[in-house]
């Protein structure tokens, strides 16, 4: 288990709760799952590394997130985060989340820097949004589908 002192030697700023919380997510990934009852399913994927989030969303008749799931192919630093990314968005508004979202990844696309795993999460659940407004309005569509925009060549890459 990292404690709060091991977070803080590595520079971030964590209380012992904090720490504790990190490390379930890490340890027991929540939400890990493929839904049998959704109303919307997006897959974000890279197209580099064959990485691939598959996010699936139970939207309510009150427009909230009643349950989500994922499954991944890739790092372990998928599961982690999203994990904590699912957790975040469970219980609240679809729009709320997708604003949350589109602002997190505006943010990533704005900085010049390695974060395909995040990157692939926010993707997923982008086309899940997508997908459920489709489906809102009577197209028939099993998933939406949306693919990392890569520069760099394969063999540059830093992770995933």
């Known amino acids: ?9 590595h520079g971030y700023d964590v209380t012992s709760e904090q720490a504790k919380a990190l490390n379930d997510h890490y340890h027991d990934p929540k939400n890990r799952w ?13 197209p580099d590394n ?17 349950n989500v799931g994922y499954e991944f192919n890739g790092c372990p630093t998928i599961s982690f985060s999203a994990s904590i990314f699912t957790e975040d968005i469970k219980g609240i508004p679809l729009k709320e989340a997708f604003d949350m979202t589109q602002a997190s990844f505006d943010e990533i696309m704005a900085k010049d820097n390695c ?28 998933f939406t589908l949306k693919m990392i925009e890569t520069t760099l060549e394969y063999a540059q890459q830093t992770c995933g």
């Open 1 to 9: 288990m990292v404690e709060e002192a091991d977070f803080k030697a």
């Open 34 to 46: 493929a839904l049998k009852e959704y109303n919307a399913r997006g897959i974000g994927r890279n």
């Open 115 to 142: 974060e395909e795993c995040t990157t692939m999460i926010l993707l997923a659940f982008l086309a899940a949004y997508e997908n459920y407004e489709k489906r809102q309005n009577s197209v028939d569509e099993e």
């Open 50 to 66: 064959y990485g691939q989030v598959d996010m699936y969303l139970l939207v309510n008749d009150n427009g909230e997130i009643e």
